[in-house]
């Protein structure tokens, strides 16, 4: 009966430590962010996190241009921003002056009636796709809030932010 109990207290301690280890690791990869969606202090998830593939899509910009995953250059920023956003008019002056600083390296993605001064603006720069809210581009790129700034990288997503300023450089990996 000793050894039983021996045993049961041995196997105890043994899942006990088990446990231990996997909390650590665990606390310590969401403490790295390690795959897990970026959040704001206090808000909600706006994106997938670095790292994460971007799903399959296909749009068509305002000018007849195709835009899918493969054919997004890596360090390309694709802006999610909707017209009923407060914060996404707030963000929206800094996003036309880093558009324009960067052309061909911006992708626009809207929802909602913009101003047709703000979208030919952004057609200066580069793609426009006007599409409802959680549509097939955002979704591909786990998009649930906006406004979000999304840098690619080969075939994930690079770095998300939300806010950017003509001076931004977002930090991609190599």
């Known amino acids: 009966m000793v050894a039983l109990q021996l045993v ?29 969606a970026p959040t704001l202090p206090g808000g909600p998830q706006l994106s997938s996190s670095p790292g994460t593939a971007i799903g399959r899509f296909e749009a068509t910009g305002t000018r007849g241009e195709r835009v899918t995953r493969d054919a997004l250059e890596f360090g390309t920023v694709v802006a999610f921003l909707s017209a009923g956003c407060e914060p996404c008019h707030e963000v929206l002056p800094d996003y036309l002056s880093y558009a324009s600083a960067n052309t061909g390296k911006v992708v626009s993605v809207l929802s909602g009636e913009h101003e047709a001064e703000v979208i ?55």
Do not use: K
Request: aromatic letters at 4%; proline letters at 6%; glycine letters at 14%.
């Open 8 to 36: 049961l207290l041995l196997l105890t301690l043994f899942l006990t430590m088990l446990n231990i280890v996997v909390t650590l690791g665990l606390a310590r990869r969401i403490g790295r962010g390690g795959g897990l």
């Open 120 to 174: 030919a603006a952004l057609e200066a720069a580069g793609p426009v796709i006007l599409e409802e809210p959680n549509g097939p581009t955002a979704r591909a790129f786990g998009v649930v809030g906006v406004p979000v700034f999304v840098t690619v990288g080969v075939g994930d997503v690079a770095a998300t932010d939300t806010r950017i300023r003509p001076e931004s450089r977002l930090d991609v990996r190599a």
